[in-house]
């Protein structure tokens, strides 16, 4: 029985996989279904069977590159040897993912007004999880001495990330939450400006 049920998991996997490669080229738009079976040389009827919709097969594969992501995120929580080496991975990781994994969030543009609950919750776990490591840098440095106390630092974390959204709203038209990639260096430079602004405040 483990056998047969570690192969379903194979073969999801391996859909996962190809489906993340399509939406990364051609974006979810002019990604069909047919197309992802194609590639796995799989029939239809058992990519249907995996994922009934190409809207859930999109919100598995971002759930696993948001599980990827958070890993690798929390696996760095407390290892940092100063504040600014630990605000510095969070501002680069995020856009380093946003870089390689642009075309595939076309999804996220084109239904910005009405997006499901799924993203939501993942954006939330992905700012949760960033907070809890800026925090702890600020907790590992106050206890070090070699930055003043501080009584609150998640609200200080808070600060900070709420600043770094405020870079990038500066760069949307017309409400879209989504910048150009043509924007993406020039909002990473100025949150790197705002990081050398902010550990200096905090000292």
């Known amino acids: ?17 190809a489906s993340h490669q399509r939406f990364l080229h051609y974006g979810y738009s002019k990604t069909t279904m047919n197309e992802i079976a ?3 040389s799989m029939s239809k009827a058992l990519l249907y069977y995996y994922f009934p ?14 599980s990827d992501y958070l890993q690798m995120v929390e696996n760095k929580i407390g290892s940092f040897d100063n504040l600014r080496d630990a605000f510095l991975y969070q501002v680069n990781t995020q856009h380093d993912f946003m870089v390689a994994n642009y075309n595939f969030f076309d999804f996220v543009r084109l ?7 799924t993203i939501w919750t ?13 925090t702890r840098a600020i907790e590992l440095e106050a206890e070090k001495g070699t930055i003043q106390p501080i009584t609150n ?13 405020g870079i990038k ?14 924007h993406l260096d020039e909002i990473h430079n100025k949150r790197l400006l705002l990081i050398d602004i902010f550990v200096r405040g905090l000292k």
């Open 111 to 117: 239904n910005e007004q009405n997006l499901p609950d």
């Open 53 to 66: 919709d190409k809207s859930e097969l999109y919100m598995a594969v971002m759930r696993k590159l948001a």
């Open 38 to 40: 194609g590639d796995l």
């Open 122 to 134: 993942i954006v939330g776990e992905v700012h949760a999880t960033e907070t809890k490591l800026l």
């Open 1 to 17: 029985m483990s056998a047969g049920i570690d192969q379903q998991d194979i073969k999801r996997e391996k859909i996962l996989e």
């Open 153 to 165: 630092p998640a609200e200080i974390v808070e600060v900070f990330l709420d600043a770094m959204h």
């Open 169 to 182: 709203v500066g760069f949307m038209q017309k409400k879209i939450n989504f910048p150009k990639k043509e």
